[in-house]
């Protein structure tokens, strides 16, 4: 057999592929969120930046894109078929099974991945094609007459179940961070041994710095710092 | 002391099981867990009924064969111990316990408590070996090895093939046996020259054995009897992309792929 069909077929290549992917969805939320945190500068720094996105960066912003695209698409297709395949390693279950270590985070992986598929599309579709107009602000722009980001977002987040949907599904990123971005160095075989190996102390930040990085701005709108 | 035991009873391969009830009376703190049922069995057969059937050779936690999921942990409570050096001072006097098979579909029950674990060896037929030419054995220092190689490989060589980790995995994973077996070869001087093939032909093995894959929830490490680390996973992940790459470039230079 061709060693890449192999490799692909392969649990451990599947679960690479998904460790790649996630590990291209870590970069991106953090560059997503540091993006997001210019609210707190103000409505012209936001609008401006999106505009910028749109504008002189539309070629590169459609690059990432498509990388993302088929990151998610690898990520799902891949978490979809390993999970299969592990469900039905186990015809059988135990009448009686208590976990030992494994984390509240590492056991809602599937859960929270169904959670966090369903926010990327409902997220899309409000704030990038603003199909989904909560607050009834599609085709808004500012006085420089660039798009009214700034504008959706404090409008939409004054509406509790919003910003409540948004709340919920960043607490779900940040438990799949932290055990994703522990166990992608340890799928990709880059971890050093270590005589405590689930310690997780650099997932922990991580996971921390994108779930408070992106809650801030709901919280920010409903405590009024951002209006 | 006094338990209440729950056993999965199943008189072969084919047939369903039950979870059975059992008094256990007059227990000895100081017996282990394997004793314990012993005691059991000479009751079940003085009232004329069938012993519960279980794995067992050695008794010293060394064969690997001894392995049950006791209260839901696999080899019970105590940690880097198999069942059978499980003592019955870990349970609290007039405790429930629920005993049952290993649960795996690349396991299936033999009787009762009773599993082959004939995969984790066609897993080791399909690479875990080094070649030697016969002949005389060479001088024992013949070839160096380095302390922290020797010290890596010795610590994945303890694995006795017991089967916990499997068996304690949600996913049903034997990464771990996989990984260990992988490792302890691959640590070695002596095992590079089938480094490569060992980790493709060994993973491809365990996939087609039925096994799930692995998570990292890190249930292996904590239930082997011998704590072999998870450490050895990311080992096996490196040595099996090294040999899809190697494959590539034998590949590319006119070999067969
Ligand atoms: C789109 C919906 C998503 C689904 C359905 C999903 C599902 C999953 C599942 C089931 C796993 C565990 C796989 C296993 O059992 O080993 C996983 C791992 C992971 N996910 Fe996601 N996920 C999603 C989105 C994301 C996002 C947005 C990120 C990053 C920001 C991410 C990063 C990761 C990482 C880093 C891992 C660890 C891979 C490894 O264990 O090596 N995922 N995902
Ligand atoms: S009987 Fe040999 S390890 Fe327990």
């Not at chain 1, 809602?108 to 704030?127: A, D, P």
């Not at chain 2, 009232?47 to 067992?56: E, L, N, Y």
């Not at chain 2, 299936?108 to 060896?121: E, T």
């Not at chain 2, 054995?209 to 082997?224: I, K, M, R």
Request: charge should be neutral; proline fraction near 4%.
């Amino acid at each position: 057999m061709n060693s890449l069909v192999a490799f692909y077929r392969s649990t451990i290549g599947k679960k690479i592929l998904m460790a790649v992917s996630g590990l291209i969805g870590i970069g991106f939320v953090i560059l997503h969120m540091a993006g997001n945190l210019q609210v707190f500068i103000g409505q012209n720094k936001i609008n401006s930046y999106g505009a910028m996105l749109h504008g002189p960066l539309a070629e590169v912003t459609w690059l990432l894109r498509l990388v993302l695209i088929v990151a998610v698409i690898v990520h799902v297709l891949m978490a979809y078929q390993l999970t299969q395949r592990s469900a039905a390693a186990r015809p059988i279950d135990y009448q009686h099974r208590s976990p030992q270590v494994s984390t509240l985070a590492s056991r809602t992986m599937k859960w929270g991945g169904i959670l966090l598929l369903v926010f990327i599309v409902v997220h899309i579709l409000h704030f990038t094609t603003e199909a989904i107009d909560p607050a009834g602000w599609r085709g808004m722009t500012d006085s420089q007459g660039h798009r009214d980001v700034y504008g959706n977002i404090v409008a939409s987040f004054r509406i509790w179940w919003v910003a409540l949907f948004y709340i919920v599904a960043m607490l779900a990123l940040g438990l799949h961070l932290y055990h994703g971005a522990w166990a992608s160095v340890r799928t990709l075989g880059f971890a050093k041994p270590s005589p405590h190996p689930l310690h997780r102390r650099i997932a922990l930040v991580v996971a921390a710095i994108v779930w408070l990085g992106f809650t801030l701005v709901p919280v920010g709108v409903i405590a009024g710092i951002i209006r | 002391m006094n338990l209440t035991l729950h056993v999965w009873r199943q008189t072969g391969p084919d047939t369903n099981g039950t979870m059975e009830r059992y008094e256990a009376r007059d227990v000895s703190p100081d017996m282990s867990f394997l004793e314990m049922l012993d005691v059991v069995n000479e009751g079940l057969v003085e009232a004329g009924q069938m012993p519960i059937a279980f794995d067992h050779d050695c008794r010293e936690g060394i064969c690997g064969s001894c392995g049950m999921m006791i209260n839901g942990v696999a080899h019970g409570p105590s940690k880097g111990t198999a069942t059978c050096q499980l003592h019955m001072r870990t349970f609290e006097d007039g405790a429930s316990v629920y005993i049952e098979p290993w649960r795996s579909r690349a396991f299936p029950v033999i009787k009762d408590l009773v599993v082959n674990r004939g995969a984790l060896d066609r897993i080791i037929a399909a690479g875990g070996f080094i070649s030697a030419q016969t002949g005389g054995a060479q001088d024992a220092n013949n070839i160096p090895v380095a302390k922290q190689d020797s010290d890596d490989a010795m610590d994945a060589a303890a694995c006795i093939g017991c089967g916990a980790c499997v068996a304690a995995c949600p996913n049903g994973s034997a990464s771990l046996f996989t990984a260990a077996k992988i490792s302890h070869l691959g640590a070695l001087p002596q095992g590079q020259p089938e480094r490569n093939r060992r980790a493709q032909r060994m993973v491809l093995q365990m996939d087609s054995e039925g096994f799930g894959h692995c998570t990292l929830y890190g249930e292996c490490q904590e239930a082997c009897p011998k704590e072999i680390s998870i450490d050895t996973i990311a080992r096996m992940n490196r040595d099996f992309v090294g040999s899809t790459v190697a494959a590539r470039e034998e590949k590319a230079l006119g070999g067969t792929g």
